[in-house]
Structure formats: structure tokens, C-alpha cells
């Protein structure tokens, strides 16, 4: 928003210089709700999703190529996060911030979208607004993962190819970048796809020109990405890592259509959606038309289902759609097109308000999870990180680490953190969990007890040897129906000494073993 915007024509005197200061006023509550979205929480601890991230780019190109065969991710984030971390270092704040300069960047691309594609500041700046107050995002701004480069590239995409196939521009620097861009988004999430499908439906449907230029534009984006990336996403179509992801159920495409303003309640993310598409439903029937046959709002909302009704689709096949993470691609067009909504067809008044309402419920939302670590659901003051630093005060040097689920990764990181990367020895049961820290196939491993019993055998042998030379047993315990198979072992081998109700988003508790007494003995009078 800015204070040059002119008044809506239906409105007048006193009520348009109201309203007019009132946008104005927008664009300061804007910029607090950004410095808020960007400062507060940016310490938190990290979990998972996004240590497994640290621990994918500390390793040189050869070993991020290795490590990702076993995995479903790509390599752009994971290479521009290992540089970042050599010039910011590894705290909470260095690895979230590039996240937000993403953020930041991608709100400021859906501005020159907005204006280039209705050609209207307001617009641009109402477009630039809904982005940047998207939960969605907010959330994905203090993530350790591509999902706001996501963001970024998609609405870079979507520009120049508004500057090149809809203002027909000739500028061969500008076609260089447009294929540049799409092959750097194609190698940072596979969902970038459904953008470039959704621009190729806007040339087949409404534009009907450039086509070819278009087809060979993306063909040679394409045969990059595979030239480069081909023979490990081959590996990546059949290594397991989608198999946690859930199948397709009719209730995803109320998810995928809400998430962006949703903060996790499908509630609140239809209310904001139903509220900024209002005045195009009570549109009177002409202007209605007029509205949706404009090529600019064919374009955005093309892109949007494209990016999110045509990936629901593909998962009635195979599952491809987990919340809160992939469909940021289709934002920067959701945003442009409600904030065209909002400003071609709502009353300023109407338009105003809404978007403070937004602004302030984002604010709020976000203050309130400040403290959230992972995908929430953690007693307070309960993470990886206060694990971990219970373990660091409390562990003995050589004691092991047992690992049951995807706890290895943020436990690694903590340990390094505090100079203790080599003071335990670590363990992950099952060992598989040592190929793909980033998932699991719970299903998968119990459909073979025996290897499981067996595992867990050997596993206790090595870990009992360990506890008659004195050292204590550190189990994280959070993989059930897969855990019980090591500690039903473990009970009968060793003592359990301690359990602490410490929790984090893949562990419940953490159990600590020692050597039973009388094995104890009979260890120390045989040494004598």
C-alpha cells in the first residue's frame, strides 16, 4: 500500500480521504506484521525437517548427490544453504534467515507481478500484502527448508513469463533468464512443475500464441534439469521416500484450498478465503464476466488450480500431497488474484478492513506459536534442543545414543553445537534410519518382524557389552510397534535406571540402561 493510491471512484470527499489515509495506515501495519512475521521466534529450536536440512549441506556436492538418491528433495536449497552457512554459521537465526530473505524477495516479486500483470500499484501492493500475511508462508519464512524459494521462483517464473508470452517481449536476455529461472525452480521441488503445467494451460486456453516458443523454452529447461539431475531422480522415483505420504482423501482439496490463510484450522482458512472472494460472487453478472475473461485474471487463476487442484489429482495415482508445504508454489498467483478481487471489485471500505483483519489474526497467530517447535503438539519448553541439552549435562563421554525414529538429525546438530559431535557413541535402530535420516516407512519395517527381532538382537548384545564397561544407555523412545522390538530386549538384558518425560516431535520419552547388577559383578571378579 501506499499513500499515492487514488480513491475508489464510487467513493467521495470526506469517506475517500478516510479511506485513503486508512490504506495508508495499511502500509505501516504491514511493515510492523513483516518485522514481527520475520524477528520473533526466529530463535526456536530446530527439529527435524529442518536439522535434516544442516546435515544435508555440510556435505560436499558428492555427498548431497549420495545422500539425495535416498531421499525425495533436490539440490538448489541444500547448495545455497551450505554457502550461507559458511558466511552466517549454523545458530537458530543464521539458518531461518535465509528463509526470510526468500520471504522477503518473493513478497517483493508479487508486486512487480501484481503491476505488470493489472498494471495497477494497488493491486500490486494488495497482492503483495496477501503474500506476505499468508500463515502458510509465515510459518515456511522460519523454515529450514525451499519452500519460500519456492515461493520466490514461482512468482519470478510467472512474471517473466507474463513479460515474455503476454507482453510479447523480444528481449533475448529476458527469454535467457525466463529458462534460467524455471530450470533453477525445476531443481528445487518437483511441485514447480505444476506451475509451468499451469502456464502452458494459460498458452493452450486463453493466449494461443507463443506456444511453440513456449514448448522450447520449458523442453530446454527440462532437458537441463535431467541432464544434470536425471539419473538420481530416476533413483528418487523408486527409493521409498514418498511412502509416507498419505493417500489421497476428498478432504485434501478443502486443505490445499485453505492452507494458505488457515494457521492449521480449515475454519479460519475458508472464512479469509470466502471473505476476500465475496465480491466477486455478489458482482453484478456483467462486471462478473468482464472480471474473468481479462487475460490478467485468466492467467492467475489458471496457475492457481494448476497448482493445486492438478496435483490432487496425480495423488489419486500417487500420493504426492502432504499440508502446509508444496502448494506454496500456486501462492504468489492465489495472492494476486484475491488482491485483484479486492481491489477491482470490493469497496474500498470492505477491502481495507479486510486486510487489517488479516494482518492483525496473522499477528496474533504468530506471537502465540513463537515458541512452537516442529509441527506443535510439545508440552512448553519441551523440543529436540531440551533433549538434547539434558543429555549434554547429564551423559558421560562414551555413553551411547539409541535412536528410534527421526531424532538423529536435530540431536546432531544440538551435540555439535556444544562441541560434543564425538563425546557419545550413536546408534540408530533400525540402521536403515542411517541411509534416509529424513523419513521413515513405519508400515514397511513391521511388515517384517523377524528382521526387526533379529536387529534388535544384535543391537542389545553390542549395547549390553557397552554397559558392562560401565557406560549408560541413552534411548530416545519414539517409534511405536518398532521400538518395542529393541527395548523388550533391552529390558531383558539390562536395567532400566531412568526414564524422563522429555519430549520431542519424533521421541516421547528418553529411557537410560544400565548394566544389571549382578552381571556387573561377575564381570568385575572375572577381570580380578
Known sequence: MTSA??????????????????ETGLVALATVALLLFVVVGIGRPLWQDDADAVRMSRY????????????????????????????????????????????????????????????????????????????????????????????????????????????????RRLASVYVIVNTVGMLTQVWFFFMLFGQFLCQALWLRRGLKKFIAF?????????????????????????????????????????????????????????ACAAPLVLAAGGVRRTFLREDATRIVLTTVLACTL?????????????????????????????????????????????????????????????NIAGNGGLPAGQSDR?????????????????????????????????????RFVEASFPEELDRHAGWLDRAAMLRHPDTLAAEAGRTTERLAAAARTGKRIWLYDGLPGVSEFLKSNLDTKLALAERHDLRGPFHGKLLVYTARPETGTRADAHMR
Not at 475508489?8 to 485513503?20: F, H, Y
Not at 513478497?107 to 497482492?127: D, E, N, P, Q, W
Not at 539409541?402 to 536435530?410: D, E, K, Q, S, Y
Request: net charge positive; proline share 5%; with cysteine.
Open 310 to 370: 492438478v496435483p490432487l489429482a496425480v495423488s489419486m495415482m500417487k500420493p504426492i500431497y502432504y499440508p502446509a508445504r508444496y502448494s506454496t508454489v500456486g501462492l504468489p498467483a492465489l495472492a494476486l488474484l484475491l488482491g485483484a478481487i479486492l481491489t477491482r471489485l470490493a469497496p474500498r471500505p470492505y477491502a481495507v478492513a479486510l486486510c487489517y483483519g488479516i494482518l492483525i489474526a496473522s499477528m496474533a497467530w504468530h506471537i502465540g506459536d513463537r
Open 386 to 422: 531440551t533433549t538434547a541439552e539434558y543429555i549434554l549435562r547429564h551423559a558421560a563421554p562414551g555413553d551411547y545414543i539409541v535412536f528410534t525414529n527421526l531424532t538423529r538429525a536435530a540431536a546432531d546438530y544440538y551435540f555439535r553445537r556444544a562441541g560434543a559431535a564425538v
Open 218 to 274: 520449458t523442453a530446454l529447461s527440462g532437458a537441463t534439469f535431467f541432464a544434470l539431475w536425471g539419473s538420481v531422480f530416476l533413483s528418487q522415483l523408486h527409493n521409498g521416500s514418498t511412502s509416507w505420504i498419505p493417500r489421497f482423501h476428498p478432504i485434501f482439496v478443502l486443505d490445499i484450498l485453505t492452507e494458505f490463510y488457515g494457521n492449521q484450522s480449515v475454519g479460519m482458512g475458508l472464512f479469509i478465503l470466502l
Open 60 to 171: 560436499d556436492f558428492h555427498g548431497l548427490l549420495e545422500a539425495l538418491r535416498q531421499d525425495n528433495n533436490l539440490p538448489v536449497y541444500y547448495v545455497l544453504l551450505s554457502l550461507w552457512m559458511r558466511l552466517f554459521g549454523e545458530s537458530e537465526p543464521a539458518l531461518r534467515s535465509l528463509s526470510v530473505l526468500f520471504y522477503l524477495a518473493g513478497t517483493g516479486m508479487v508486486f512487480l507481478l501484481g503491476s505488470a500483470i493489472y498494471k495497477s500499484r494497488r493491486t500490486a501492493c494488495y497482492a503483495g500484502l496477501l503474500y506476505l500475511a499468508s500463515a502458510q508462508l509465515i510459518h515456511q519464512a522460519q523454515s529450514v527448508r525451499m519452500y519460500t524459494l519456492l515461493g520466490f521462483l514461482s512468482a519470478t517464473s510467472l512474471l517473466l513469463f507474463v513479460r515474455v508470452f503476454v507482453q510479447e517481449s523480444s528481449s
Open 5 to 22: 493510491m487514488p480513491p475508489a471512484p464510487a467513493i467521495s470527499g470526506i469517506s475517500a480521504r478516510k479511506t485513503l489515509t486508512a
